[in-house]
């Protein structure tokens, strides 16, 4: 895949400064012919497409973007905040992060202060933020470009990013269903991200194809952490009949999971097998490593910044998942009976 030039390439090819290939973009009345000429000869030559990010280093604008998330897995976030920054750091640009509370009912004048005293250029919402109604609605008075990274809502009004959280659930589910598990545990993820019903649309609508039976008592509630995960693994493993599989709709509370498992002394993948969501760094270090969804997530972060910068309108990029298979996942030990099955 090509790498798309930037203002500094044109500016190298020119012989010319990046302020004077700025000037030039922005049709600066005090740009000699010849220096205009060399711009546009290396634009053209270069194939390079005059974007946002080009005017902001005009000194039009601030030179600054913001990143707004409200999310409990540090590891997640990390991702997130790197993407964009790598997009950001292509074009010079400034990033800013600024987490929130969506629940706050102050969230909208929070913002509000944020691009009042920043004076950023555009802003990129990360879920839940994404569907955060007075934050879209702020943002839409305000005329500030945004691009959201997945969401769940309203998608007509504004460019996203995305990838297909309920698929991506329906092939975990299967994938478990193939190596033998008829009772498989579900943990959902934090009741405020609209990814959470959609990964569980597609658990559902994988036992459903496989002609399972959809067992309440088999779903837990879960807030995308740690703690939340180790609670609905010791809640799954009091049961009469546990689980042999739980599949928890995030790396962070699958991490949980695997601490229940070993606290009760339960031998993973053999007794219990444990899956998760994301693949972020934190699905490499556990033990064993944790079978999971790979989310594209520094992927979705930069196509989200690339968007921003572009200036594009309505315009929404799905990413592809993957299912990572590791030594979390096994075939279950016990053996079902025909009418189980």
């Given amino acids: 895949m090509s790498i798309r030039s930037n203002i500094r390439d044109v500016s190298a090819l020119a012989g010319v400064s990046v302020k004077t290939v700025s ?6 009345p005090y740009v000699s012919v010849t220096t205009r000429a060399k711009v546009d000869a290396a634009m053209k030559q270069l194939d ?10 005009a000194g039009t604008k601030s030179g600054q973007i913001a990143l707004i998330y409200d999310n409990h897995s540090a590891y997640y976030i990390n991702q997130i905040q790197a993407g964009c920054w790598h997009r950001c750091h292509e074009e010079n640009i400034r990033l800013l992060g600024q987490p929130v509370d969506v629940a706050d009912p102050a969230i909208a004048e929070q913002i509000r ?5 920043t004076h950023v250029d555009g ?3 990360s879920s839940p933020v994404t569907d955060c109604d007075p934050v879209l609605r702020l943002l839409e008075r305000m005329g500030i470009p945004f691009v959201r990274i997945s969401p769940g809502t309203n998608h007509a009004l504004t460019s996203s ?3 297909d959280d309920a698929q991506a659930a329906d092939d975990m589910t299967m994938h478990l ?4 598990h008829r009772r498989i545990g579900f943990i959902k993820g934090h009741p405020n991200h609209m990814a959470s019903d959609e990964r569980l649309f597609g658990y559902r609508r994988a036992l459903d194809r496989a002609g399972l039976p959809f067992e309440p008592s088999l779903i837990a509630e879960g807030e995308f952490d740690f703690d939340s995960g180790l609670a609905a693994g010791e809640l799954f493993l009091a049961m009469a009949d546990p689980p042999t599989a739980i599949f928890a709709s995030n790396d962070d509370m699958a991490a949980g999971v695997q601490a229940a498992a070993h606290q009760a002394g339960l031998d993973i993948p053999r007794d219990l097998s444990v899956a998760g969501f994301d693949d972020t760094t934190l699905a490499r270090m556990l033990w064993p490593p944790l079978t999971t969804i790979r989310q594209p997530i520094f992927e979705l972060a930069k196509a989200a910044t690339d968007l921003l910068l572009s200036g594009a309108t309505l315009i929404h990029r799905r990413l592809p998942h993957e299912l990572i298979e590791r030594q979390s996942v096994a075939a279950p030990n016990r053996i ?3 009418e189980e099955i």
Avoid: D, W, Y
């Fill in 23 to 28: 000037r030039v973009l922005n049709e600066h």
């Fill in 48 to 57: 390079f497409k005059p974007s946002v990010a080009a005017r902001i280093l």
């Fill in 336 to 338: 079902f009976t025909k």
């Fill in 123 to 125: 802003i990129i919402l």
């Fill in 113 to 117: 202060g944020l691009v009042s005293e």
């Fill in 161 to 163: 990013v995305f990838m």
């Fill in 177 to 180: 269903i193939n190596q033998g």
